[in-house]
């Protein structure tokens, strides 16, 4: 098949099929020495860079925004070739406010001591007593259990902030796998987030942000379960005027 | 919306490496969750389906939007063969007039 044409038509449907693909994860030591190669991504928020990152390399990264984040801006990775260690002490040197550390097979990027937001901090630190994520699970349902389990809606309600749901946009409802499950008994809400997007075919990637209007967001990144590997669109072509 | 990769005899494209992805710039309001540069393989019977939604509790959001429809070679990390490109389309999400406006921008082949 050589051209095609493209066609559009004003439909309002909301079904979606989906479908499993595997994948894997670097192991902690070999996380920091993975060779990356030209990676240039340019985005508005700090935590839609680090989420194109993730999923494109299979990197799985949490995130926790820093207080002095600006909420729309320019953030941009232009590495040429090296190790994932090396950018990220690149992108830390360059957003000086965070600090990068592995723990369990993720890179966790947070803000430097001194300089977290405590409710952020102490959210993380929360431990939660049950999780049990079943299968066709999606992300933002998990993210709205964690946030309005009781351990972390006492932590909200005493500091006067509340958790809210992303509006939405795009082709597909993140999953976190079809058969994606997982039953912790007893962990922070870091480790917690951390084991999902460790664990998850398809979730690799959390970010936790306050917002100026006392609310917050807990969002995950995840790749579409069927798409394939070994394509993508490139930064240039998606820029292209 | 909907979008349909067609072929020159008007032919619903369903697989043979099409894919799709969105590209968003925020103008006003709140950053949605996206779809933004994750690949959308081709859905079952070729037809894409692009989600808009908003919640009660939102302000005024204005996003564009550009829509990227190209078609990949079997061939492991090598560029789309032809994409095309539908925006930038301009989406007002008013929460509180209870209404998500989509103006639709014009369709382009990039190459």
Redesign the interface.
């Known amino acids: 098949m050589s051209r095609f044409l493209l066609c559009l038509a004003g439909l309002l449907v909301s079904s979606y099929v989906f479908a499993q693909t595997p994948a894997t994860v670097p192991k902690q030591g070999d996380l920091a020495g993975m060779k990356l190669e030209n990676v240039r991504i340019k985005k508005q928020t700090v935590g839609l860079m680090l989420s194109e990152l993730s999923l494109q390399y299979g990197v799985p990264i949490g995130l926790e925004v820093a207080p002095s984040e600006d909420q729309l801006g320019n953030y941009a990775f232009n590495f040429k070739k090296g190790t994932l260690s090396e950018l990220l002490t690149q992108f830390v040197a360059e957003h000086n406010q965070y600090a990068w550390r592995i723990n369990d097979g993720v890179v966790n990027v947070f803000p430097k001591e001194g300089s977290r937001d405590f409710l952020l901090q102490n959210l993380l630190e929360t431990r939660i007593g049950a999780v049990q994520v079943k299968e066709k699970t999606n992300c933002s349902t998990l993210a709205a259990s964690l946030m309005t389990s009781p351990e972390l809606k006492r932590v909200l309600d005493a500091s006067g902030v509340t958790y809210r749901e992303r509006s939405f946009s795009g082709f597909f409802i993140p999953q976190l796998g079809r058969h994606f499950t997982l039953n912790i008994s007893d962990g922070t809400l870091q480790t917690i987030l951390n084991r999902v997007i460790s664990e998850s075919p398809t979730a690799k990637f959390w970010v936790l942000t306050r917002n100026e209007d006392h609310t917050l967001f807990l969002d995950f990144g995840a790749k579409h379960e069927d798409a394939p590997s070994g394509i993508r669109f490139s930064e240039e072509d998606l820029a292209r005027p | 919306?909907?979008?349909?990769?067609?072929?020159?005899g008007g032919n619903i494209?369903e697989g043979?490496?099409?894919?799709?992805?969105?590209?968003?710039?925020?103008e006003q309001g709140?950053?949605?969750?996206?779809?933004?540069?994750?690949?959308?393989?081709s859905?079952?019977r070729g037809?894409?389906?692009?989600?808009?939604?908003?919640?009660s509790?939102?302000p005024l959001?204005v996003?564009k939007?550009?829509v990227?429809?190209?078609?990949?070679p079997p061939?492991?990390?090598?560029?789309?063969t032809?994409?095309?490109?539908?925006g930038p389309n301009e989406?007002t999400?008013d929460a509180k007039a209870g209404t998500i406006s989509i103006k639709?921008g014009p369709?382009s082949k990039?190459w």
Not at chain 2, 75 to 80: F, L, Y
């Open positions: 919306m909907a979008y349909l990769a067609i072929d020159q494209i043979n490496g099409i894919a799709a992805t969105e590209s968003i710039t925020v709140v950053k949605p969750a996206t779809s933004e540069g994750k690949l959308m393989p859905p079952e037809l894409y389906i692009d989600v808009q939604s908003t919640k509790t939102d959001t996003i939007q550009k990227f429809v190209g078609q990949f061939v492991a990390n090598t560029r789309a032809h994409l095309f490109r539908v989406i999400k639709i369709t990039v």
